[in-house]
């Protein structure tokens, strides 16, 4: 009971791989009535785990409550002494952490945004636009012989259509309804395509406005353009970075579990 209570997943693992969570062991309760299981789906904010963003705990939560209730036998879904299921008090306690994961996946959301729009904008404009200029006789591009060139087509068309696929995750995120069980998978999937989505598209922007304007640079220049890209990448770049640490979390807690359910 006290390792479901404070979270101790090495300690409860090793429990149920010995077998030590027999009948006899779940149908022992407090004074309160609450079993395993009941004490499991109490949150506290003192308790939580390793894992940065209330959305991420949110989501922990949950896997933990459910991998509680898997390992136990069907006996200890009870009632505690006042009448409350484990689910009920689960949906009790963690309401405050729900709210408050709506509102870091809210401001998340609309940030990442408002950065794909801008890509979106970028991507639709660099497409529209053909270096060079277009052959009047043949109406092909004058440049379309050149390696940039086909470059510079295929990262507008990448940038273009994952910039649209991360604005349509994050105006997901934002109309989603934040129900509690929505944070088990749905919001955090979400919101990883989108990031996923958002951070190809900054890559092939870049690559884009570099290799459109190796075109149309002249030689004698094309190396010393070279500082300026650095500058024109630098800003969208240190967003990109500074995001990064949130993505690899989202890795981490969408792809890698502590939880052993064999």
């Known amino acids: 009971m006290l390792a479901a209570a404070n979270r101790h ?5 090793f429990l149920r791989r010995k077998n030590f969570l027999r009948e006899s062991t779940v149908r022992k309760i407090d004074d309160e009535g609450n079993s395993a299981l009941h004490v499991a789906a109490v949150y506290s904010k003192y308790k939580l785990w390793p894992i940065p963003g209330a959305a991420a705990q949110m989501q922990w939560e949950i896997k933990w409550f459910e991998y509680v209730k898997y390992s136990m036998p069907r006996v200890s879904f009870r009632r505690n002494n006042k009448e409350k299921s484990a689910e ?17 996946l ?3 959301s609309e940030s990442c945004s408002v950065v794909a729009a801008l890509i979106a904008a970028v991507a639709l404009a660099t497409s529209a636009s053909i270096p060079g200029g277009i052959d009047e006789m043949t109406g092909k591009p004058k440049l379309q012989q050149h390696t940039a060139f086909e470059i510079f087509a295929i990262s507008s068309l990448v940038a273009l259509c994952f910039s649209v696929t991360a604005l349509t995750m994050f105006l997901a995120i934002l109309t989603s309804r934040f129900q509690q069980r929505d944070f088990a998978r749905d919001l955090p999937v979400k919101l990883l395509l989108g990031l996923t989505s958002l951070f190809i598209s900054i890559g092939a922007v870049l690559v884009s406005f570099s290799s459109g304007y190796s075109l149309v640079t002249e030689d004698k220049f094309r190396y010393a353009i070279f500082p300026v890209y650095a500058a024109t990448c630098l800003p969208i770049s ?10 690899l979390d989202l890795l981490r807690t969408n792809f890698k579990s502590r939880f052993d359910y064999r």
């Open 238 to 247: 240190i967003f990109a970075v500074a995001q990064l640490p949130l993505y």
């Open 9 to 13: 997943v090495n300690l409860f693992n």
């Open 88 to 104: 009920e008090i689960f949906t009790e306690t963690h309401t405050t952490l729900v709210k408050e994961g709506a509102e870091w």
């Open 106 to 108: 809210v401001k998340t």
